[in-house]
């Protein structure tokens, strides 16, 4: 379990366990939008079960580095920079959150 920490919401003076207090993240997760309208819907979630006995099998390189992904590894399965709807393929997780952490800086 995380430590508790201020809320970073200027102004607020409630503990945060996660990125937020309480009432600051369920603001936080009405602005981000629904699963679908982030670009994970039933589309999604089908590609990922298709994925995942190849990745389990070893069979599978990080679409971004090339890299292989180990056997049964976690893997998140990539978007495409520019177009939410289409689906890269299966990446390793540096490389994910490295993208949507280089992406999220383009909007602040």
Known sequence: MAMKRNCPKPNCIKTADGRYCTEHNREHDKQR????QRGYGKEFQR???QWKPLV???LVDCWRC???LEPGAAFHLGHDDNDRT???GPECP???LSAAGKS???YR
């Not at 939008?33 to 679908?36: A, R, T, V």
């Open 86 to 88: 289409i689906i890269r």
């Open 94 to 96: 540096p490389c994910n």
């Open 33 to 36: 939008g629904s699963k679908k």
């Open 104 to 106: 999220s800086a383009l």
């Open 66 to 68: 090339s890299k292989p």
């Open 47 to 49: 590609d990922r079960k």
């Open 56 to 58: 389990d099998a070893g």
